[in-house]
């Protein structure tokens, strides 16, 4: 039996895939270009139209335009620490008890804070919000693939700065072009050697072969995966290997990834045993929840409770989270 929207709404949930520049709720938004003295459009419509992508995007890249918008408003330490405090806040609406946030520490020089700034002020923002909601949350640091592999390895270096905490794993993330992780290796060897859990973006295009390079390379769990209906021979070894593919749906038709339904292969993929698994990737990019992205799941494909209960529970399993924060959670999942 289908599961309802209350049932979705009640079922206690973990999400892996959230970025934080693409997920500031609009009210925060607004507070934090009042604080960097940036002018926005009054009216919420008009707003809207800034920070989310259109449903029909071109392709990944018209997908990431509102991206550049709210970065601006991302530079001081105040305003990492509400923007990754804001998300907890929805999270908790989703009834999600376990989030992991990402986000590339890069992306937040332009006023002058360093790297362990950056990543100190979102980890507050985490910790104020595992305080004030029934939510825990690790971060999770993308290297962007635009940038030098000189300059990834910076952000990889941050991992051995014993002052940090949150910090759960690695992630490459922006525009995806055929090779990366061959391009990307030195930064992937230097993640394998220290042993930091690693999950990549990869098969966001029609690049099927990228997702068996980032799993050579080491990842465990593959941002969008989608590129996987192409290789379903490949779909055998991935349930094998436990293998985790966190998908999204609403962003995933948005960026082009997919263009009709019958060619998505969530369904498939998790009737074959793959480890699939349901994320907003941007809330306000894509303009959704995670509630809004399991009812999608259940619409399309008439998914049980059972049937989410097991989604979340490969969550679960694929997380990044500590041992000690495993035990807490394990009851509930
Ligand atoms: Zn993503």
New binding site residues.
């Given amino acids: 039996m289908r599961i309802t929207r209350l049932e979705i709404e009640q079922l206690p949930k973990v999400e892996l ?1 959230c ?1 934080l520049d693409g997920s500031i709720a609009m009210p925060t938004i607004r507070r934090l270009a009042q604080q960097a003295g940036i002018e926005l459009p009054v009216s919420d419509d008009d707003l809207r139209q800034k920070i989310t992508a259109p449903q029909d995007a071109d392709n990944l890249l018209a997908y990431l335009a509102p991206f550049d918008f709210v970065l601006p408003m991302l530079q001081t330490e105040a305003a990492l620490e509400l923007a990754a405090y804001d998300i907890l806040e929805q999270a908790q609406k989703d009834n999600i008890r376990y989030m992991e946030i ?1 986000f590339a520490p890069t992306l937040h020089t332009a006023g002058g804070l360093t790297l362990p700034q950056i990543v100190a002020a979102v980890t507050r923002g985490l910790v104020a919000g595992e305080r004030d909601f029934q939510v825990k949350a690790n971060a999770l640091l993308c290297g962007m693939r635009h940038e030098s592999v000189d300059s990834i390895l910076t952000v990889v270096e941050l991992f051995a700065d014993g002052g940090l905490t949150h910090l759960a794993g690695f992630d490459l ?1 922006g525009v995806e072009v055929d090779g990366f992780p061959e391009h990307f290796a030195p930064v992937l060897e230097k993640v394998r050697s220290e042993q930091i859990p690693l999950t990549l ?1 990869a098969g ?1 295009c029609g690049c099927a072969q990228n997702v068996l390079g980032a799993i050579k390379a080491g990842a465990s769990r593959i ?2 995966g989608v590129a996987l209906k192409d290789i379903p021979e490949s779909w055998p070894d991935l349930a094998a290997n436990k293998i985790t593919i ?1 998908m ?1 749906p609403t ?1 995933n038709f948005q960026t082009k990834a997919v263009d009709t339904l019958a060619n998505y292969p969530f369904k498939k993929l998790f009737d074959a045993g793959v480890r699939v698994t349901i994320n907003t ?2 809330r306000t990019v894509s303009d959704t929840t995670l509630n809004d992205e399991y009812e999608k799941i259940a619409d399309w494909y008439d998914l049980s409770e059972t049937d989410f209960r097991q989604i979340t529970r490969y969550a679960f399993e694929a997380s990044f989270m500590s041992q000690e924060q495993r035990e807490l959670l394990a009851k509930e999942f």
């Fill in positions: 895939h970025h990402r993330a973006h966001e941002g969008h966190e999204a962003s990737d941007n």
